[in-house]
């Protein structure tokens, strides 16, 4: 990937005269903007988020097969479920306490995307809780009669609600004061939606493995390969038309680690497993161990996507340049 | 009635009587002594438990006539946005806008998720660290609102609250001026009715037109980037970054849009590739 012009080279509102430049001054070098607080369990969120909406996603489409995905079905509802009651634990850890969750539950604010997330999330627990009770009540682990209480319309509802939850985890960074975040207004929240489905596909061809579920495999292998390829472009456009703004995540040892845990071992490695996949019939057991390669590869590029973008996001706020002149 | 205040820099003459008023009067703890090296500045900048921060800004340059020097000293506050970036972000409702219109932060409302603290253009909120188990009352931006000695223990020992100026709005519900503007002994720092206060700088730049001090206002109308005009502005004689204020500043929420509509098409991409493949498959 070209390489963008270091902090040092950057020209926010530099002032051209005679073809001189004259920087703009600063405050002793000193951040104007504060950093985020956001450790692990920020990211552990984003990242949970993102593959618990792209579940969503799947339960949905894998409706329109032809063949029977009943079981692809039932895991990826059980595991949004897990996902989601699990994320709401682990922003806890972030907060504090307990009841200070609940403070988020007093009013919906839709400028807010923290405030309209959290009730996605609310809302997405309910309809995936509800579409497992559904799967786990007709194979008889909960009371037959408990399996009305998911109603045909609640699938793609979840779906919805899903495609929210991957969403909005984007718009929550890009819609800051955060010049690098900013300036992914557009590319940050399509590349979590991205991120998402594809690490959603990943986990669940894994545990589909794990079931011995094997038919579905394949299927699922293409769409992560459609949701990789389509994060990649993502990447190579955002890196394109930030310029300066995003050096702190394409540049450096951040940038570095992007690429080699995101960009090659997390999109392209698993892209290539898959196509050897798609292309070639390996025996079962060598399937079965390329398969789980390639998730493993894909989820640990999802988590430090949004790593990258945690920490860059901290190395923007110190660059009072940046913060001068944001983007648009 | 909106107040505000008027930030003359003009007149500053870099005591810190605003620093030292602030903290004194909203029982602020001390931050630590650090040496920066820069100017009269150790402060350094705004935090959770540092409402006013005076910057120190020595210029000097070389001329054909000398050596010119220029020293700059300007008290930063929270500037109490017309659309503030914080209080939009706030999910719980903790940031409000009071009858004084300043922008106000419950602290036993605050969960402390800091969202506000990427959300402000100006690098003005941030959390309050944790409980300091020595007995500073370190979280305790709530003896802003409430001086009884229960509600100090209820909060105590709990992970941080965000923190910024009020304003002074328990001392103007009592009819008192902000601790800093009663402490300023230049009126550098003025404090009253905002339209007054506009009417009042802007006549001030005319003064120092008229002496040959070029000087600017900054807030006292538009910031842009869909800020509106600031509450706390200021007249300044050099460019806002020399500061460290934002010459374009961004309102958060303006970025919303734009993020929602791709994540959207990526949304409707991806769905529709999904459903070919499971069909097709």
């Known amino acids: ?328 | 009635m909106a107040t505000g205040f008027f930030t003359d820099t003009t007149l500053c003459i870099g005591c810190k009587a605003c620093e030292v008023a602030c903290k004194q009067w909203n029982e602020l703890p001390s931050d630590g002594f650090e040496f920066t090296g820069n100017s009269y500045d150790n402060t350094s900048e705004l935090s959770g438990t540092t409402w006013r921060h005076v910057a120190f800004i020595e210029q000097m340059t070389l001329e054909e006539d000398g050596l010119h020097d220029r020293w700059l000293m300007s008290s930063d506050v929270c500037k109490h946005c017309t659309n503030a970036g914080c209080l939009e972000a706030c999910p719980t409702g903790a940031i409000i806008r009071n009858e004084f219109d300043s922008v106000f932060i419950q602290p036993d409302v605050c969960n402390g998720c800091g969202y506000c603290v990427v959300s402000c253009p100006f690098g003005v909120v941030d959390l309050i660290e944790k409980f300091d188990p020595q007995g500073h009352h370190y979280n305790l931006a709530s003896l802003v609102t409430s001086r009884r000695e229960e509600e100090r223990t209820a909060l105590a020992g709990h992970g941080g609250v965000a923190g910024k100026c009020t304003l002074c709005y328990d001392r103007q519900t009592l009819g008192f001026t902000p601790a800093c503007a009663k402490a300023c002994p230049t009126e550098s720092i003025q404090f009253g009715n905002v339209e007054e206060l506009r009417e009042r700088a802007r006549e001030r730049v005319e003064t120092l037109a008229g002496r040959g001090v070029s000087a600017q206002l900054y807030g006292a109308d538009d910031v842009g980037g869909g800020i509106g005009p600031l509450n706390a502005f200021f007249l300044l004689t050099d460019r806002p970054e020399a500061y460290n204020l934002p010459a374009q500043p961004v309102l958060p929420s303006t970025r919303q849009r734009a993020g929602y509509t791709s994540a959207a098409i990526a949304v409707l991409g991806l769905a529709i590739a999904g459903w070919v493949i499971f069909r097709n498959a």
């Open chain 1, 1 to 328: 990937m070209r390489n963008v012009p270091s902090p040092d080279e950057a020209t926010f509102g530099a002032i051209s005269r005679n073809g001189e430049t004259t920087p703009v001054p600063s405050y002793y070098e000193r951040p104007m903007l504060k950093a985020p607080h956001w450790e692990w369990n920020v990211i552990t969120y984003l990242f949970l988020g993102g593959i618990m909406g792209g579940l969503g996603l799947i339960q949905l489409v894998a409706d329109s097969s032809r063949g029977d995905e009943r079981m692809l079905k039932r895991t990826a509802r059980v595991t949004s479920f897990i996902l989601a009651a699990a994320n709401p634990a682990i922003l806890i850890t972030h907060l504090g306490r307990p009841e200070r969750f609940l403070n988020m539950l007093r009013i919906v604010k839709f400028k807010s995307p923290m405030s309209v997330g959290v009730w996605g999330l609310v809302f997405y627990t309910g309809a995936a809780g509800a579409n497992m009770t559904r799967e786990l009540a007709i194979i008889g682990i909960l009371p037959r009669r408990l399996r009305f209480i998911a109603p045909g319309f609640m699938t793609p509802l979840q779906a919805l609600l899903g495609a929210f939850t991957a969403s909005y985890t984007g718009v929550l960074l890009s819609a800051t004061a955060n010049p690098f975040w900013g300036s992914g207004k557009r590319h940050i929240p399509a590349m979590s939606v991205c991120s998402g489905l594809a690490s959603a596909c990943a986990l669940s061809s894994l545990l589909s493995v794990l079931e011995g579920n094997h038919t579905v495999v394949p299927k699922l292998e293409r769409l992560e390969m459609v949701a990789g390829a389509a994060e990649l472009a993502i990447l190579a456009d955002f890196q394109r038309s930030a310029g300066a703004y995003a050096t702190p995540f394409f540049s450096g040892e951040r940038g570095k680690k992007l690429r080699t845990y995101t960009i090659v071992a997390g999109t392209l490695a698993p892209l290539a497993l898959n196509l050897l996949g798609a292309a070639v019939k390996l025996p079962k057991p060598v399937d079965a161990v390329r398969t789980t390669l390639a998730s493993i590869l894909t989820l640990t590029g999802g988590y430090i996507l949004r790593e990258s973008l945690i920490e860059a996001g901290k190395s923007s706020a110190k660059d009072p340049r940046a913060a001068f002149r944001q983007p648009e």
